[in-house]
């Protein structure tokens, strides 16, 4: 039996973060297990798989006070300009960088990338043990530590164990915590673009009847697409030969790159809301999309799973050795509360407000895309959001 001070089941974006990051706060090392069942470079690998995802400049602020963002920073991509935009109507909005008076609005890194470097940083680090492959099987509690049975017959001991072993956890399962899910009746289509224009650091997100066309900037003049469409028009876009996939969302977002000239492999996943309500219980946490996964529109889920970490961190960092105690828990889900409930409450909201084409909702939402581009005052809250200077 194995004996820690800190067990994180899930070793993809947030849990890896989470494991860095708890030493770099601390003053005393803590023991720290990560409970992984697929490889780093195995290609099958669902939590560093092709995708890119968006991390905002409060996120890469966060990543650079835990010394993660140096090595990150050599592969991403910096959004330097940001366009929002409402498909054959007049409402859109920009925020550049000029605007916002900093470098880069967020960064776009590929996530087998970011996988790469952290098992790189894991393997270096003597308080960090990566049990791989093993996912967790059954979780025991006492008053002071928690048993984790693995699936390859090993156990571990900790005073802590973090869920970050994505939305289906088996963890909170095990422990009983709720999952609350909605379903959007969307699905998100998942490509690389090529486009006549080089990107130059533009970002795009554009609203269409049946849901958001996101492309961000990617390193080698390429763009990331996340178009989210209804369950039978994301059917038949699958369906299509390249040429016609590419002619189709061509007609979707228009031509402010140009031409639609070339789409890597396409992926597709259904988008649900799932959240749990208690994101803690006696010596568990909850941290990722194991906490919340949001549908992906203005791009908040990972970032608010970051703040999550970060704050995490913070608590076990300050936790006077015993980093499952009550008063550090109740600490950490104190903090988080406002701002997970909103950035809930703001994600699901925009989808219903973007993702219609009522023609109340389709005025509305361009009056105040329009006055959002002309009164600071409006744009201030969606700046902060996007830039991710959200309070922890």
Known sequence: MKQFDVVIAGGAMAGMT???????????????????????DHQAHPGFDSRSI???YGTVNTLKKLTLWDEIAEVATP??????????????????????????????????DVGRIYHSRVEQDEHIELLCPASVKKVERSLS?????????????GKLLV????????????VGLELVEHDF?????????????????RAFERFTESGPVALLPMSEGRMSL???????????????????????????????????????????????????????????????????????????????????????????????????????????????ESDREATISLTSSLVHIFSNDYLTMRVGRNLGLAAMDNLSVLKAPLLARTLGLVAR
């Open 18 to 40: 989470l494991a860095l990051a708890i030493n770099k706060l601390s003053d005393k090392p803590l023991s720290i297990a990560v409970v992984e069942p697929f490889k780093a």
């Open 54 to 56: 968006a991390l905002s």
């Open 145 to 157: 530590e928690v048993t984790i049975t693995l699936d390859n017959g090993e156990v571990a001991r």
């Open 226 to 336: 996340v178009w989210c469409l209804k369950p039978e028009e994301a059917r038949a876009v699958m369906a299509l030969e390249d040429d016609a996939f590419l002619a189709k969302l061509q007609d979707a977002f228009g031509w402010r790159l140009g031409l639609m000239k070339q789409v890597g492999q396409r992926s597709s996943y259904p988008l649900t809301l799932r959240y749990r309500k208690q994101n803690i219980s006696h010596r568990f946490a909850i941290v990722g999309n194991a906490a919340q996964t949001l549908h992906p529109i203005a791009g908040q889920g990972f970032n608010l799973g970051i703040r999550d970490v970060a704050t995490l961190a913070e608590q076990i960092a300050v936790s006077a050795g015993d980093p499952g105690a009550y008063q550090v828990l109740n600490q950490f889900k104190g903090r988080r």
């Open 79 to 112: 959004i330097r300009h940001i366009h929002v935009s409402d498909r054959s109507h007049a409402g859109m909005t920009d925020i550049t960088t000029e605007e916002v008076g900093v470098d880069a609005l967020g960064y776009v890194v590929e996530l087998a």
């Open 163 to 174: 869920a970050a072993d994505g939305a289906i956890s088996t963890c909170c399962e095990q």
């Open 185 to 201: 009746e969307q699905i998100a289509v998942i490509a690389n673009i090529k486009t006549q224009q080089d990107p130059a650091g």
